[in-house]
């Protein structure tokens, strides 16, 4: 079994726990099968099955717990479902007995950086009638609910600054750090007198952010806090194109610059379009979410205070 498929059974069947037990035991999975994975892998794996609505993960209070299975229509997808959630290995079967009835049913290998772990492969369904999904729902032993990501995109949150916080303590001023947003990355800040979005390890050593405004403090995630920075300073992370496609024009590609990692509600509804891992362009340094409707993606750019630049279709070259 592949290690991502793995590691979600396993996770299913464990339902819950500690984030730094469920990295243990990530790091283990992988050195005992000789996979050689980059620093942070084991922590960008729960963000990435997170995403694509396998386990919800609660950062700040350090704990994960799987997701209940759900089947779910994509977006305006003519006729797709995907299958989120627990999968033990009961889920897996039922799963294997649709396909073997004949029901359309798609295993896609989800891309993975090198270095990274590979995450679970996603499953579709294929429909003719919405009713459908009902039977083969009950079949798995899931719960049917329509197109879960639009649902999502209506629930996004307004970005404000968190909580009220204090400032680094004196004892801690030495791990003080600011973030670069034209480098993407934290720098040793000589002093924390300018607003911006500082990092630095509390008493116990724990990983604080928060962001300054105007002599306030305020508790804050990282990923919540880029989007305040870049709020702040008026620079833009998002672009939307529609599809070239006749009748595709509502759903489009939604890229978003690296440095700029969406919040994880955020991160899921744009994920759930498909089912399917963003693509990751290097050469370009964006993250790519695709059948993402433009309504959609104008709520979640402004959901993080963000301007959406429109693009226009991309034009087919003429055959000769």
């Known amino acids: 079994m592949e290690i991502g498929n793995l590691l979600l059974r396993w996770a299913s069947e464990v ?61 305006y997808s003519d006729g797709l479902a995907v299958l989120t959630g627990r999968r033990p290995a009961a889920v897996s079967d039922a799963v294997a007995d649709l396909y073997d009835s004949g029901e359309r049913i798609h295993w896609i290998r989800n891309e993975t950086a090198e270095g990274d772990i590979t995450v679970p492969d996603t499953l579709l369904l294929g429909y003719e009638h ?30 404000t600054p968190g909580p009220p916080a204090a400032p680094p303590a004196v004892g801690n001023i030495h791990t003080v750090e600011r ?83 969406l919040p994880p509600l955020h991160a899921r509804a744009a994920v759930l379009c498909t089912g399917i891992q963003p693509r990751i362009h290097e050469q370009a340094q964006i993250v790519r979410y695709d059948n993402v409707p433009r309504h959609a993606a104008e709520k979640l750019a402004a959901s993080l205070l963000q301007q959406l630049e429109v693009e226009p279709a991309a034009t087919r070259k003429a055959a000769r």
Request: include cysteine.
């Open 130 to 159: 919405p009713d459908k999904l009902l039977q083969h729902a009950a079949s798995v032993g899931c719960t049917f609910v329509p197109c879960a990501s639009l649902r999502l995109f209506a629930l996004l949150p307004d970005l």
């Open 15 to 75: 339902g819950y726990g500690k984030i730094a037990d469920f990295k243990a035991a990530l790091a283990w999975t992988t050195r005992s099968r000789g996979v050689s994975v980059r620093v942070g892998a084991e922590g960008r794996w729960l963000r990435d099955v997170s995403a694509l609505g396998h386990i919800d993960v609660d950062w700040r209070a350090g704990r994960w717990a799987v997701a209940p299975p759900v089947l779910t229509t994509l977006p």
């Open 179 to 261: 973030y670069n947003h034209e480098n993407r990355n934290y720098e040793p800040a000589q002093s924390y007198s300018e607003d911006g979005l500082y990092r630095w390890r509390s008493t116990d050593w724990a990983r604080l952010v928060q962001i300054r405004r105007r002599q306030e403090w305020h508790s804050t995630e990282h990923e919540n806090g880029v989007f305040l920075e870049h709020a702040r300073l008026g620079t833009g992370t998002m672009r939307w194109r529609p599809e070239s496609g006749k009748g595709r024009e509502r759903t489009g590609r939604l890229s978003v610059d690296w440095g700029a990692p």
